[in-house]
């Protein structure tokens, strides 16, 4: 007789936000497989409306708690495009810092946090801690020093205060950063003791694999394994799309499962993040990051999904060799203050940049006294919600037969290695005194 | 340096009411010449962050609307022994942090203040919006000058 299954995870842990996954399967015959997205909409695309181009990055900065120097920078760009404002070079080298620090905050805090805690058979990171505590110490160290990085460039940790259409408010001192340089220099180590770490409990996931479109930011000019310039590249084309024309690339479109919009470009689903990323720019990581990657076996062209926690791996040993390098460029160039002057005009424009968990558009347009007429928004989870739908239904037959505790397991894991941000808006306290 | 003492608002000054930690900062924030021992800092939906904040620090003060099945508007003071969470979303996550679970984990880790205190703020509205309601707003002077007193050692 055949397995009957009725998994029901109604608010998935462990990923930001409000997610359930539903399978129904009766004498092996599946009836149902949904990842099911209630969260309801948060309307930031009105909120924004209305007001100047210089508010834009500080209002969007607050739709998430992870990504708020992704938004921040994304929006800028847009702004900066609709505006036709240049900015420097220092300016520049400094937003790479600046949203290289976020990268690191958020992959540490996935792989270490959320996915961790699967690799080690603990509910959460709080058991984890002493179940392995020399572990915990580490990861929460490479957080720390992420967190303090942000401080320094971005003004605080989240929500970035220090950057404006045009540049900077406030830069760093040579000094600061050459300190934050030796901090990097200094936790170096840590960043491969963790590779170390999860390559012993790697076994933990799942062998699975399913052909699909990967899409992130290709930058050819330098050629670069890039967050924040390029074009939109995919697997499925060598011909890459300029970012305003990005709404031909994410065509939303609406489903019945979901308060989320979804995407689709070449097929009826891709994924963003760092596994596409890896896929598409992989030959242009740091000798450190591609010798991590060797000791996964990740190679470009990998379609198993739960390998993006593995890829972000790789990215943040990447970041760190990156940053120490861009560090010293910086301080050759020298570092001066400079004064922004912006000249206002109407006009559309588009920005995009790679959030950590995927690439992530924004799209303002202004009326001749820089006021926002209109707003359009595609976070990279929601790029990503029609592949998590394709992978359950190509995973849940193969692995039916293994009972419904760890067909459970399997898909909230593998929901997990998306790192999807479903909503980032509300955290209350819920609570009850003791008697 | 770190100040010893920290003034942690938490919430989104967006979704009107379940801001009202950070907009009670602002209103601390423009008498803080009075604190140079404390530092003021506006957490966002920091979440887990707020691991790294409080770490080490000798009093930690928290701000935060919460769900406490009081009256909308009320004000709580409490210390992380006297509550128990009962929220059911992620254990740990950016966002959607719960931060009982984070003081736990920062005793766990051998860094946790010597005093902690939080203050909870029920909400009478929680939806997209830039101000607080009425009724929140009504109570700021209160809320203030209740917290104050508590902004030493």
Redesign the interface.
């Known amino acids: 007789m055949g397995k009957n299954l009725n998994i029901n995870v109604h608010?998935l842990?462990?990923?930001?936000?409000h997610g359930n996954i539903v399978v129904n399967a009766k004498d092996g015959r599946i009836e149902k497989i949904r990842w099911e997205v209630p969260e309801a909409p948060?309307?930031?695309e009105a909120?924004v409306r209305g007001h100047s181009y210089e508010d834009i990055q500080t209002?969007v900065s607050?739709i998430?708690?992870?990504c708020?120097i992704s938004h921040s920078l994304s929006a800028i760009k847009a702004v900066e495009n609709a505006l036709g404002i240049e900015v420097s070079e220092q300016t520049d080298m400094l937003r790479h810092l600046m949203h290289y620090s976020e990268q690191m905050q958020?992959h540490s805090?996935h792989i270490g946090?959320?996915a961790a805690p699967d690799f080690f058979g603990a509910?959460?990171?709080?058991p984890l801690?002493?179940k392995a505590?020399d572990v915990?110490?580490t990861i929460?160290r490479i957080?720390?020093i992420a967190?303090?990085w942000s401080d320094l460039i971005a003004g605080?940790?989240?929500?970035p205060v220090t950057i404006i259409p045009g540049g900077f408010t406030k830069v760093p001192t040579p000094e600061q950063l050459l300190q934050l340089q030796q901090t990097l220099k200094n936790t170096v180590k840590d960043i491969h003791t963790l590779a170390d770490v999860v390559l012993s409990v790697a076994s933990a996931l799942p062998k699975f694999e399913r052909e699909t479109e990967y899409v992130s930011l290709k930058q050819t000019n330098p050629p670069t394994y890039t967050f924040y310039h390029g074009d939109i590249a995919s697997t499925d084309t060598d011909k890459a799309m300029p970012v305003k024309n990005w709404q031909k690339v994410a065509n939303e479109y609406m489903t019945e499962q979901s308060t989320a919009k979804w995407a689709k470009w070449h097929r009826e689903s891709y994924m963003v993040g760092a596994i596409a990323r890896f896929n598409i720019n992989a030959d242009l990581l740091c000798d450190e990051a591609k010798q991590t990657a060797k000791m996964f076996s990740l190679k470009k062209g990998c379609c198993n999904p739960y390998m993006n926690t593995i890829a972000q791996l790789v990215e943040c040993v990447h970041l760190f060799h990156a940053s120490i390098k861009l560090i010293d460029r910086i301080l050759t160039k020298g570092l001066v203050s400079e004064k922004v002057k912006v000249k206002v005009r109407a006009g559309r424009g588009a920005g995009c940049t790679e959030a950590p968990r995927g690439i992530l558009f924004h799209e303002y347009e202004f009326d001749k006294n820089g006021k926002c007429l209109a707003a359009d928004m595609c976070i990279p989870t929601n790029q990503n919600h029609a592949n998590i739908q394709k992978d359950m239904e190509k995973l849940v037959p193969q692995i039916i037969d293994e009972g419904e505790d760890a067909v459970r397991q399997k898909l909230e894991m593998l929901v997990r290695a998306y790192d999807p941000c479903i909503?980032?808006?509300?955290?209350?306290?819920?609570?009850?005194?003791?008697k | 340096m770190k100040k010893e003492l920290l003034v942690a608002g938490l919430g989104n000054p967006l979704m009107s009411d379940e801001g009202i930690g950070v907009h009670i900062l602002n209103r601390l924030l423009q008498d803080s010449d009075k604190y140079p021992f404390a530092e003021f800092i506006d957490a966002g939906t920091a979440g887990i962050n707020l691991l790294h904040l409080i770490s080490n620090r000798k009093k930690v003060i928290i701000i935060d609307c919460a769900y406490m099945n009081t009256g909308p508007g009320t004000l709580k003071r409490f210390v992380p022994e006297e509550a128990e969470t009962i929220k059911k979303l992620a254990v740990q996550s950016l966002h959607e942090a719960d931060i009982l679970k984070i003081i736990e984990m920062s005793a766990l880790l051998g860094e946790k203040p010597r005093e902690i205190i939080i203050f909870g703020i029920e909400p009478q509205a929680v939806e997209p919006g830039n101000n607080i309601s009425r009724k929140l707003e009504e109570k700021m002077i209160f809320y203030v000058s209740e917290i104050s007193k508590d902004i030493r050692f």
């Open positions: 608010h842990t462990r990923v930001e936000g948060r309307f930031f909120m209002i607050r998430c708690g992870i708020s958020s805090l946090y959320l509910p959460s990171v709080v801690v002493s505590i915990v110490k929460v957080h720390r967190n303090e605080r940790t989240t929500h909503s980032c808006s509300t955290h209350m306290l819920d609570i009850r005194f003791k």
